[in-house]
């Protein structure tokens, strides 16, 4: 006897004759990251160490600001959860008031993409210089050497002593 595999459980069809499903519809994987919402206020709140109603403030003054279902409820990421924790740290330990974790936050953000678009960039100019690099290549490649024959100059030691005609 056979042992089902499928880790979701029985499809349509298993166990018939032949061990064919009758359900043709594609498996769909999810890929979960530090970006995704899958946090409720209650789960966010307890992961982080704070009240729901401080989250629910926090957003209210952009401070971290989760993701919306279709019904307006709040989503809170892995990375929303790290930074609650971190607003929680600077106002706690640090002594900074909410405005001014608010402007941390936002110059922050600022340097990252500030650092996005430098690496942007330098891989842009690395690109450049190595297409430049090619067509010179190619140009001195297409040189026509028989056309121009090339000599080396020999150096010689002689002196020569210029007199002008009397």
């Not at 957003?59 to 600001?65: E, S, Y």
Request: glycine share 8%.
């Amino acid at each position: 006897m056979q042992m089902n595999q499928d880790p979701i459980g029985p499809g349509l069809g298993e166990g018939l004759p032949g061990g064919t499903r009758r359900s043709s519809a594609p498996r769909v994987s999810y890929q979960l990251t530090e970006e995704t919402p899958v946090y409720v206020i209650s789960v966010a709140a307890e992961l982080s160490g704070l009240h729901p109603q401080t989250l629910r403030q926090y957003d209210r003054l952009g401070l971290v600001c989760p993701d919306r279902t279709a019904g307006r409820g709040r989503r809170y990421s892995a990375r929303d959860i790290q930074q609650l924790r971190e607003v929680q740290r600077l106002s706690q330990d640090e002594g900074i008031n909410l405005a001014g974790i608010k402007r941390i936050i936002e110059l922050e953000n600022q340097v990252a993409a500030l650092q996005s678009r430098i690496t942007e960039l330098a891989a842009s100019l690395d690109g450049a210089a190595t297409a430049l690099q090619q067509r010179e290549a190619a140009v001195h490649a297409s040189y026509r050497r028989d056309l121009v024959p090339y000599q080396q100059v020999q150096q010689s030691s002689a002196l020569v002593v210029w007199r002008p005609k009397r």
